[in-house]
Nanobody, 116 residues
Framework: QVQLVESGGGLVQPGGSLRLSCAAV????????MGWYRQAPGKERELVAR???????DYADSVKGRFTISRDNRKNMVYLRMDSMKPEDTAVYYC??????????WGRGTQVTVSS
């Protein structure tokens, strides 16, 4: 069983920064992709950023240039550095993991609120 444990959410002012962390624990055979999704009230869950084992990344257009995803393969961790944050970044952020067997796992989510 794989568990994803997120941390680092909270309240930040517009223009501020936050760093999210996600640790994958449990019976992990092989991790292909780790990423972050978010879901705002009344909206569908959307991809924010993802990174594969080789370090290749994808970002949503809305966060390019402001957010940076990184991972530590040895520790099975993924991070999301969020800078120049905007009120529209307010959402519950979910960590996601896909292994080489195409099994997907989700964290429980962490609330991020951007407000003055």
């Amino acid at each position: 069983q794989v568990q994803l444990v997120e941390s680092g959410g909270g309240l930040v002012q517009p223009g501020g920064s936050l760093r999210l962390s996600c640790a994958a624990v449990g019976s992990i055979s092989s991790i292909a992709v780790m990423g972050w999704y978010r879901q705002a009230p009344g909206k569908e869950r959307e991809l924010v950023a993802r990174i594969n084992t080789g370090g290749s990344t994808d970002y949503a257009d809305s966060v390019k240039g402001r957010f940076t995803i990184s991972r530590d393969n040895r520790k099975n961790m993924v991070y999301l550095r969020m800078d120049s944050m905007k009120p529209e970044d307010t959402a519950v952020y979910y960590c996601n993991l896909i292994d080489y067997g195409s099994n997907g796992f989700w964290g429980r989510g962490t609330q991020v609120t951007v407000s003055s």
